[in-house]
């Protein structure tokens, strides 16, 4: 889908007539490659035959308003209540958002009243508004040193004019959402049933989920700190099968619908000899299916290691009958347990062909993303945080903070819940995972490319340190690559 400069525009409140505090600052600033002046934009795309092809001039070319601090501001600052509320699944980094406002609100703008909703949006409603506590610079001061969110979260529908009564009942003029899709449809019913009521409340949207799945950022914050965490798992599984007969590593990775973080992880520690994601869907049986990939693997190597998204093979689940018709509070599909299929026919065909598979299993689930935030995710989320602040005093509303092309922007709500960021199996990305693990995803002749010669993972070569059944590095060996002269691998 084309899009025109006008789908990106944010939705203000109104003009901006008190100063800022950062006014005096900002006088002289000027767009550099480091920093984005005020009324400037940021390009949606960022390649020549993609801007090209829209054959129009600069200033109308799609692109992002610039977020960050403004000469003028909407809200006067003394008049501000603002409220903060944490929704749907745990992810590093919410305790640094939640403090990187408070910080931002207190000690800039001089704002004097935060109120941080309990348990998600369920925290808006009619019944649990009253439970808000104060959010000061004291009581968040050491937050980021623990994962998961002090305010709490949830998931389950509430209802926008419920959440809206509350919002007034309690003051609030200046909303922060931080919340992955569902959040921010949340966030968009609550800014629409707002404006419905010609009301002054900004609703301001920071993207949050360990799966990725958002459109139109980076990535969202926790990811990073997410896939970190999960390639530890990875490292632990990939040990262990080196070191069993016959041994089958698997680890299964969250994610939902979207494989970014078994992608990431598996290309941070590069171990895997497979990866299997939602977005490529894949063959059990026949010649080019997994179990006959696996079962080659095993006698070429001795061992194998396989990651698995959680979301992967939902397909192949539900063709025998082990897809639950089910979702949960939040109306996300419940999803069926492809670990477990893989564990039982791999272990049942290798039997079958005479071999004796030690399976080692780990499904990390809540290690992945109950962990505090890394350094950059750290960094990631005060900048957030504090972009966010910066929306909302200037009046922008309807309106998610991301970082895009390593630029702090502002993106319409309605985009972010657009559509769901998924891996591209023709993209850069996947490329990089099947160059790193030599194989293809068996596939269904659907995506990915069957007919590019696989490499066979111990003769991927160049320079590959594999850990032999002792975990050491084995002497260097010439090996014949199909169709190539030999070089040097190490097994
Ligand atoms: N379709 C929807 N329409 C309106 N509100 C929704 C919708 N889906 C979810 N919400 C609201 O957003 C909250 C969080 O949604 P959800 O449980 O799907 O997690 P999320 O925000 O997508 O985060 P994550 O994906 O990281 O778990 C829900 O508790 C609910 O209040
Ligand atoms: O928190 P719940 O309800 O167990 O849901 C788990 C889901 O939440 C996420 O962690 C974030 O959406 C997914 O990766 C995972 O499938
Ligand atoms: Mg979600």
Redesign the pocket.
Known sequence: MTMHLDDLRVRHLGECHYDSPFSEMLAAKRTSPHYVAEGDRVLLEDTVSMLTEHDLPPAELPSFEAAGPRRKIYFDPARVTAGVVT???L?PGLNDVIRGIVQELTVHYGVKRILGFRN???GLTAENCHDAEDLTPDRVREIHNSGGTILGS?????D?DEMVDSLVLRGVNALFVI????????AT?LAAAIRRRGLEIAVIGVP????N?LPYTDQSFGFQSAFAQAANFIASVATEAAASPDGIGIVKLMG?HSGFIACYASLARNAADVVLIPEVPFALEGPDGLLARVERHVREKGFVVIVVAEGAGQDLLEERGLLADAT?????AKLGDIGALLRETITAHLTEADLSPTVRYIDPSYAVRSVTANAYDSVYCLRLAHAAVHAAMAGRTETAVVRWRRRFVHVPMPLIISHRNEVDPDGDLWMSVLEATGYLAPTRGSHGRSDVKTVPHDYRGICQLSHDRDGGVGEPRDVELPGAGPVRSFR
């Open positions: 929704c749907g699944g992810c998600g949006l369920r949830s998931r389950g529908g509430q926008p919340g992955g899709d569902g959040g921010m449809r949340a019913n949050k989920t360990i799966d799945d939902r949960d509070p939040s109306g996300n």
